[in-house]
């Protein structure tokens, strides 16, 4: 037993899940690579974050209409000991971007996620087919003004161009049909819940509204229904290849954005065929891609050669500060702060979702990120700062080069250029050796600490995952 | 060129997100084929502000009725291009590079920031209220700075001690200091910083001193123009604002969401150049106010879908008022697979605004030459 090098379990952590703290790293790479993977292809190994805990601290979250829902997420996606369950969620809120702010149900909203988070890890007609009945995805695409003889082509034209086969692989006409295929696809009315608004809203059929005339789709010929499209959608290579580079986008390096997908090829066309056979062969099956990506060379070699979205910075400083391991206040802000660095949960800009890689960065943006990783770490109690005291006390002093490096390693930020860490350490030089001796002594050390990771995490490396 | 307040010519984007419907903004009102394509989503007669017998302003436009009666509002009528993409993304992509065949990453604001500083000594000379910078500012070498809230832009800003924020500010700044031989994304990241630390002082000391008697609405639109306004009186060299109002995807819904939107613009803009005027700083302002397509002729019963043809507004001291290019033509006969067929070229009103206002060579820009309008006087 080999066990798996610590900066290859810190960059699987990092992609597949939202980063590890130290103590995790260090578990984890008493294990085997592979199964490291299977573990977090196999969520249900591990037990489900408890809501109830959250809810009896954060009791706004008992109100179905309440915006919290992206603040509870965030504190999932620090806690999860599932992490790539969430992480999927995420993925899928990507591909299928739907916007609170369009609808007057938030409790709909909250379902959607919900429903992401079931089908992480589904197949891909299990998760279109849910999405098809999502009732927020419904009202959000204005498929319940999709009706028999007077069709909304909302729904139909996003499907094909945004959720599943791309531009440039169906016609006008294909739009047409599937929007026609998706008639009498519906909502109920929420009920209302007192004392605090309504029940979320259930998908509703419709066969009176429904046109159940013959349509060619994709060059197939029939009196289809909507999951008849989303069958003949699934077998399609356009469908295997837009999903993975999706895929390869989220997960392993910064593709263009998506509109140049049709005229530009993908950075590594190897690494999407490995990724288009897994889907095909498997019949779209998630957990299968998800296995021959992250036990890929090409996954292996892709360290920091993504930016890391408003939610992954978000989250992973706030395990690197050990924060919100309990439902304390402050939740709120999280959410505030992965929508003023460009990304708010529930709230893409536009049903074409969030623009990626270096898109996420401009000086606005920027100013958030620094601003947000440096409050963060401002605290000399926060587990980021007291476990480097102990660390660096053991040996009586620490130099400013130890001051550096374990910094560095705390923050998972091992990209550093030799500039940066030159400068850091010449910051760290005019007040000379790290002493332990005193409580004074101990406390200034410990503000020296925070100051250090405060200037990493603000650093250019740490924008990387 | 000059203005006669001396300060050189600003231009102001307002971006319309979703796709106005031109149709229900302008509304052709004495056609009797609009009641007839508009069965649901329709203006009545009764309430539509008159321009002329045929056309005639949404109700909820009155603020910006009272600038068109003065002479200061230029509609653009049937603005768009040849086959008009559909695609919200698509489209905005468009207008933001000039390119209609082909994905291109720069867009036309960029290009413009990069003639007006081509060495990017000020990270102010283009600045987008919002968050994340849109497409149309992008452009290799041309900085731009995007603001979320004016009130907290700047670095560091939550460490308290004085001397500690000083020395960290400090080593930021080597650490973003643009380095050779790392990736572009990095020397990207590198650049941005060092634009931020600079930006962030001389707008904090810039717009410190502002006040206004206009009591501007609390909606975003309105929020948006504010700042604007407060950068603009700062006098920071800014040459481009941007500003974003979403929303105007009205698949659904349409008959009570089009008009408050189109209440809180007109409403907007008019405080907005009220604003300007009480300062002095009118003269030298044009605004653009543009959407990605118009929407479908026929309404859907609740709505109306993704069209092609639309319309777009030139506002400001300096704009020969009035109307500008031809309505699309409503005959069924005329109409691009059942949308407005557009009558006139956006590269032309994106040529018009660079060359006449801005004093910018436009063709490598909106990459050729198209028609432009009258749209602007000299002084």
């Given at each position: 037993?080999s066990?798996?090098?610590?900066?290859?379990?810190?960059?699987?952590m990092r992609?597949?899940g939202?980063?590890?703290?130290?103590?995790?790293?260090?578990?984890?790479?008493?294990?085997?690579?592979?199964?490291?993977?299977?573990d977090?292809?196999?969520?249900e190994?591990?037990t489900?974050?408890?809501?109830?805990?959250?809810?009896?601290?954060w009791i706004?979250?008992?109100n179905?209409d309440?915006?919290?829902?992206?603040?509870?997420?965030?504190?999932?996606?620090?806690?999860?000991?599932?992490?790539?369950?969430?992480?999927?969620?995420?993925f899928w809120?990507?591909?299928?971007?739907?916007?609170?702010?369009?609808?007057?149900?938030?409790?709909?909203?909250?379902?959607?996620?919900?429903t992401?988070?079931?089908?992480?890890?589904?197949?891909?007609?299990?998760?279109?087919?849910?999405?098809?009945?999502?009732?927020?995805?419904i009202?959000?695409?204005?498929?319940?003004?999709?009706?028999?003889?007077?069709?909304?082509?909302?729904?139909?034209?996003?499907?094909?161009?945004?959720?599943s086969?791309?531009?440039?692989?169906?016609?006008?006409s294909?739009?047409k049909?599937?929007?026609?295929?998706?008639?009498?696809?519906?909502f109920?009315?929420?009920?209302?819940?007192?004392?605090?608004?309504?029940?979320?809203?259930?998908?509703?059929?419709?066969?009176?509204?429904h046109?159940?005339?013959?349509?060619?789709?994709?060059?197939?010929?029939?009196?289809f229904?909507?999951?008849?499209i989303?069958?003949?959608?699934?077998?399609?290579t356009?469908?295997?290849?837009?999903?993975?580079?999706?895929?390869y986008?989220?997960f392993?390096?910064?593709?263009?954005?998506?509109?140049?997908?049709?005229?530009?090829?993908?950075?590594?066309?190897?690494?999407?065929?490995?990724?288009?056979?897994?889907y095909?062969?498997?019949?779209?099956?998630?957990?299968?891609?998800?296995r021959?990506?992250?036990?890929?060379?090409?996954?292996?070699?892709?360290?920091?050669?993504?930016?890391?979205s408003?939610?992954?910075?978000?989250?992973?400083?706030?395990?690197?500060?050990?924060?919100?391991?309990?439902p304390?206040?402050?939740?709120?802000?999280?959410?505030a702060?992965?929508a003023?660095?460009?990304?708010g949960?529930?709230?893409?800009?536009?049903?074409?979702g969030?623009?990626?890689?270096?898109?996420?960065?401009?000086?606005?943006?920027?100013t958030?990120?620094?601003?947000?990783?440096?409050?963060?770490?401002?605290?000399?109690?926060?587990?980021?700062?007291?476990?480097?005291?102990?660390?660096?006390?053991?040996?009586?002093?620490a130099?400013?080069?130890?001051?550096?490096?374990?910094c560095?390693?705390?923050?998972?930020?091992?990209?550093?250029?030799?500039?940066?860490?030159?400068?850091?350490?010449?910051?760290?030089?005019?007040?000379?050796?790290?002493?332990?001796?005193t409580?004074?002594?101990?406390?200034?050390?410990?503000?020296?600490?925070?100051?250090?990771?405060?200037?990493?995490?603000s650093?250019?490396?740490?924008?990387?995952? | 060129?000059?203005?006669?307040?001396?300060k050189?010519?600003?231009?102001?984007?307002v971006?319309?997100?979703?796709?106005?419907?031109?149709?229900?903004?302008?509304?052709?009102?004495?056609?009797?084929?609009?009641?007839?394509y508009?069965?649901?989503?329709?203006?009545?007669?009764?309430?539509?502000?008159?321009?002329?017998?045929?056309?005639?302003f949404?109700p909820?436009?009155?603020?910006?009725k009272?600038?068109?009666?003065?002479?200061?509002?230029?509609?653009?009528?049937?603005?768009?291009?040849?086959?008009?993409?559909?695609?919200?993304?698509?489209?905005?992509?468009?207008w933001?590079?000039?390119?209609?065949?082909?994905?291109?990453?720069?867009?036309?604001v960029?290009?413009?920031?990069?003639?007006?500083?081509?060495?990017?000594?000020?990270?102010?000379?283009?600045?987008?209220?919002?968050?994340?910078?849109p497409?149309?500012?992008?452009?290799?070498?041309?900085?731009?700075?995007?603001?979320?809230?004016?009130?907290t832009y700047g670095?560091?800003?939550?460490v308290?001690?004085?001397?500690?924020?000083?020395?960290?500010l400090?080593?930021?700044?080597?650490?973003?200091?643009?380095?050779?031989?790392?990736?572009?994304?990095?020397?990207?990241?590198?650049?941005?910083?060092?634009?931020?630390?600079?930006?962030?002082?001389?707008?904090?000391?810039?717009?410190?001193p502002?006040?206004s008697?206009?009591?501007?609405?609390?909606?975003?639109?309105?929020?948006?123009?504010?700042?604007?306004?407060?950068?603009?009186?700062?006098?920071?060299?800014?040459r481009?604002?941007?500003?974003?109002?979403?929303?105007?995807?009205?698949?659904?819904?349409?008959?009570p969401?089009?008009?408050?939107?189109?209440?809180?613009?007109s409403?907007?803009?008019n405080?907005?150049?009220q604003?300007?005027?009480?300062?002095?700083?009118?003269?030298n302002?044009?605004?653009?106010?543009?959407?990605?397509?118009?929407?479908?002729?026929?309404d859907?019963?609740?709505?109306?879908?993704?069209?092609?043809?639309?319309?777009?507004f030139?506002?400001g001291?300096?704009?020969?008022?009035g109307?500008?290019?031809?309505?699309p033509?409503?005959?069924?006969?005329d109409?691009e697979?059942g949308?407005?067929?557009?009558?006139?070229?956006?590269?032309?009103?994106?040529?018009?605004?660079?060359?006449?206002w801005?004093?910018?060579?436009?063709?490598?820009?909106?990459?050729g030459?198209y028609?432009?309008?009258?749209?602007?006087?000299?002084?």
């Open positions: 037993m066990g798996t090098d610590r900066e290859l379990v810190a960059h699987l992609r597949a939202f980063g590890a703290t130290q103590d995790e790293i260090d578990a984890l790479a008493q294990r085997e690579y592979e199964d490291i993977v299977e977090l292809l196999n969520p190994r591990f489900a974050p408890e809501e109830d805990v959250a809810r009896r601290y706004a979250l008992n179905p309440g915006p919290n829902y992206p603040a509870y997420w965030i504190y999932r996606m620090v806690n999860t000991k599932r992490p790539t369950e969430e992480k999927m969620a995420l809120h990507h591909l299928f971007p739907t916007s609170a702010g369009k609808s007057s149900d938030p409790p709909s909203s909250n379902v959607q996620i919900e992401f988070r079931r089908n992480a890890l589904a197949d891909f007609e299990t998760i279109l087919k849910d999405l098809a009945r999502d009732p927020a995805m009202y959000f695409l204005d498929n319940s003004d999709n009706h028999n003889g007077e069709p909304n082509e909302n729904w139909g034209r996003e499907l094909l161009e945004l959720f086969m791309g531009v440039g692989n169906y016609t006008e294909d739009i049909n599937a929007a026609r295929a998706f008639t009498g696809w519906t109920t009315q929420p009920i209302p819940l007192d004392p605090y608004a309504r029940y979320p809203s259930e998908f509703l059929y419709l066969a009176d509204d046109d159940d005339e013959e349509k060619t789709f994709l060059g197939e010929t029939g009196s229904n909507g999951d008849d989303i069958a003949i959608i699934v077998k399609q356009a469908t295997a290849k837009f999903l993975s580079r999706h895929l986008n989220f392993v390096a910064d593709e263009p954005q998506v509109p140049a997908w049709d005229n530009v090829p993908p950075l590594d066309q190897d690494a999407i065929d490995t990724l288009v056979k897994a095909m062969e498997s019949k779209g099956e998630i957990t299968v891609m998800l021959a990506l992250f036990n890929s060379e090409f996954f292996k070699n892709a360290r920091f050669k993504k930016v890391k408003p939610t992954e910075l978000v989250v992973g400083t706030v395990k690197i500060a050990g924060g919100m391991k309990f304390e206040p402050g939740h709120t802000g999280m959410a702060a992965t003023a660095m460009g990304q949960l529930q709230l893409p800009p536009t049903v074409e969030w623009h990626t890689g270096k898109e996420w960065i401009d000086g606005g943006t920027l958030e990120r620094v601003n947000f990783a440096v409050n963060q770490l401002s605290d000399t109690s926060a587990d980021s700062t007291r476990k480097l005291v102990e660390s660096l006390s053991a040996g009586g002093t130099s400013p080069t130890q001051l550096v490096e374990a560095v390693a705390a923050t998972g930020c091992t990209n550093v250029t030799d500039e940066t860490r030159s400068a850091l350490i010449e910051s760290a030089t005019p007040e000379g050796d790290l002493s332990f001796d409580e004074a002594a101990t406390e200034s050390s410990a503000a020296r600490i925070a100051s250090m990771l405060q200037s990493i995490v650093s250019i490396e740490y924008q990387f995952a | 060129m000059v203005t006669t307040n001396g050189a010519p600003t231009l102001v984007v971006q319309l997100a979703g796709g106005n419907d031109f149709m229900n903004t302008v509304i052709p009102y004495s056609n009797g084929l609009y009641y007839d508009r069965p649901t989503v329709r203006i009545a007669e009764e309430t539509i502000l008159p321009i002329n017998d045929e056309l005639g949404n909820n436009f009155g603020a910006l009272e600038m068109y009666d003065a002479g200061n509002m230029a509609i653009i009528q049937g603005v768009g291009y040849e086959n008009s993409s559909r695609s919200h993304f698509r489209g905005m992509d468009i933001h590079t000039c390119e209609p065949n082909e994905v291109a990453t720069e867009g036309w960029g290009k413009t920031i990069r003639e007006l500083d081509p060495s990017g000594d000020n990270s102010l000379t283009a600045i987008n209220f919002g968050r994340g910078l497409r149309s500012m992008v452009a290799n070498g041309a900085t731009a700075t995007s603001i979320g809230d004016l009130d670095l560091m800003t939550g308290q001690a004085e001397q500690q924020r000083t020395q960290a400090d080593l930021f700044q080597r650490i973003y200091t643009p380095a050779i031989g790392t990736g572009p994304v990095q020397q990207y990241l590198a650049q941005t910083g060092v634009d931020v630390l600079r930006g962030a002082e001389i707008l904090k000391k810039g717009i410190a502002y006040s008697d206009v009591e501007y609405a609390d909606n975003p639109i309105a929020q948006s123009l504010r700042d604007v306004s407060r950068v603009h009186i700062a006098d920071v060299g800014t481009i604002f941007y500003a974003h109002h979403g929303g105007y995807d009205t698949h659904a819904n349409e008959v969401t089009h008009p408050k939107l189109l209440g809180d613009l409403g907007a803009i405080d907005f150049f604003d300007l005027r009480d300062h002095n700083a009118s003269e302002v044009v605004m653009l106010v543009f959407t990605e397509f118009g929407r479908r002729v026929q859907n019963h609740s709505g109306t879908d993704h069209g092609a043809g639309g319309g777009a030139v506002i001291d300096r704009v020969n008022g109307l500008h290019g031809a309505y033509s409503l005959n069924l006969k109409l697979f949308d407005l067929r557009h009558t006139y070229d956006f590269r032309g009103l994106y040529a018009t605004l660079l060359e006449q801005m004093g910018v060579d436009a063709s490598p820009i909106v990459g030459t028609e432009q309008l009258p749209l602007l006087s000299r002084a």
